[in-house]
């Protein structure tokens, strides 16, 4: 990984290309896939992934599978990234962190790691590692922001039917930390 203008992260693509996370600022959705092919979640994160670039690239869903073996990438790392794509039916573009620099300015810690982000580049969803149901809240906000979906309702927490006044509250907590620095006796005065 080089840093492009402006600390921009350029990695390095299967074919040889160059792509920087920054081409893909201002498509309505982009996900982003951290994965290598000694991790086993790297698969079904990869396979969703494609599902929904299948689904939804035509409505501008933009999705970048970044490979991050280790901090060298051998012949045999490339190849075994090459097979994987071809084995899941990638069409999606990947590429390859060579030195991790993407994958550690994203602060990612665990692989397969994904985030989605919104036109203006800001990360709306992340997830570190790959279960089912990550899988399905990835598809809920890639569906919010390409607007297929509407976003579900907030609900509103009731507002408690008892509140203690202010004084009350100030003893309680006094007494609470009264009793955990040990003055059992002064602590059940205030509580």
Not at 140 to 167: C, D, F, M, T
Request: a positive charge; proline letters at 5%; hydrophobic letters at 40%.
């Amino acid at each position: 990984v080089r840093r492009g203008p402006q600390n921009r992260q350029c990695l390095g693509e299967l074919g040889g290309e160059e792509v920087a996370i920054s081409q893909f600022k201002g498509a309505p959705a982009t996900m982003i896939v951290f994965w290598s092919t000694w991790s086993p979640r790297s698969q079904p994160a990869l396979s969703d992934a494609q599902k929904l670039f299948s689904e939804y690239s035509e409505k501008g869903l933009k999705i970048l599978a970044i490979n991050v073996n280790g901090m060298k990438i051998t012949h045999q790392d490339r190849q075994a990234i090459k097979d994987m794509a071809k084995e899941l039916g990638l069409t999606m573009p990947v590429a390859v962190d060579n030195d991790l620099g993407t994958y550690n300015a994203f602060g990612v810690v665990a692989t397969p790691s994904m985030a989605v982000l919104d036109p203006d580049g800001k990360i709306v969803f992340e997830a570190a590692s790959y279960l089912r149901s990550t899988g399905e809240n990835i598809r809920e906000q890639v569906e919010i922001l390409l607007g297929v979906r509407e976003p579900a309702a907030e609900a509103v927490a009731e507002e408690p039917a008892y509140k203690p006044a202010r004084k009350a509250l100030l003893y309680y907590n006094l007494g609470r930390n009264l009793l955990r620095l040990g003055s059992r006796e002064k602590a059940a005065a205030k509580l």
